[in-house]
T-cell receptor
Framework: TQLLEQSPQFLSIQEGENLTVYCNSS?????LQWYRQEPGEGPVLLVT?????EVKKLKRLTFQFGDARKDSSLHITAAQPGDTGLYLCAGAYKGGQNFVFGPGTRLSVLP | SQTIHQWPATLVQPVGSPLSLECTVE??????LYWYRQAAGRGLQLLFY??????ISSEVPQNLSASRPQDRQFILSSKKLLLSDSGFYLC???????????????FGAGSRLTVL
């Protein structure tokens, strides 16, 4: 059974601070995605990482896929209140047809 | 462009009543379709997925069922709701990204179900 863990579960920081959230598993995934979800809405895809060691940047967000394709990190530089939300990582398995989600990291950025 | 519609957005039902949540996708053909449930502020639990008409795989045994009567229609049902069925239900479809070659999920807006 594939399982994903995320840490921390909750994070409250001031605007302008940097932060890193982690996604870990003992399983290998064909790809890993990060989603952001706002209350009452569906998750929205931020990034997909496929290759071990891959690093992707999306403005102030930096995503890294572990060399063994079992873990990932999301780093946000100079966080803004608009970054507030639930960050979910998801690993693809069964030939990439199915996805398992981590429990999420709830981020609150205070102005 | 592809869009996904999910309804109703909010539903309050008594214990023991039936349930039907509907999801339709536009702008694509033969999508993989999924039903997830999310507990308050937490991760998503896969309930059902479908790779084609009439093909349903269940990930978690429970009193819910799913059907796919048409290529772009996915329905979540129950004959008798339990209190524990309350939650936020999300329909999604997957598509292969051109650049990465990986499948990624696109979600509907969700259906909030409260069972009283």
């Amino acid at each position: 059974t594939q399982l994903l863990e995320q840490s921390p579960q909750f994070l409250s920081i001031q605007e302008g601070e940097n932060l890193t959230v982690y996604c870990n598993s003992s399983s290998v995934f064909s790809s890993l995605q990060w989603y952001r979800q706002e209350p009452g809405e569906g998750p929205v895809l931020l990034v997909t990482v496929v290759t071990g060691g891959e690093v992707k940047k999306l403005k102030r967000l930096t995503f890294q896929f572990g060399d063994a394709r079992k873990d990932s990190s999301l780093h946000i530089t100079a966080a803004q209140p608009g970054d507030t939300g639930l960050y979910l990582c998801a690993g693809a398995y069964k030939g990439g047809q199915n996805f398992v989600f981590g429990p999420g990291t709830r981020l609150s950025v205070l102005p | 462009s592809q869009t996904i519609h999910q309804w109703p957005a909010t539903l309050v039902q008594p214990v023991g009543s039936p349930l039907s949540l509907e999801c339709t996708v536009e702008g694509t053909s033969n999508p993989n379709l999924y039903w997830y449930r999310q507990a308050a502020g937490r991760g998503l639990q896969l309930l059902f997925y479908s790779v084609g008409i009439g093909q349903i795989s269940s990930e978690v045994p429970q009193n819910l069922s799913a059907s796919r009567p048409q290529d772009r229609q996915f329905i979540l049902s129950s004959k008798k709701l339990l209190l524990s069925d309350s939650g936020f239900y999300l329909c999604a479809w997957s598509v292969r990204q051109g650049r990465s070659g990986a499948n990624v999920l696109t979600f509907g807006a969700g259906s909030r179900l409260t069972v009283l």
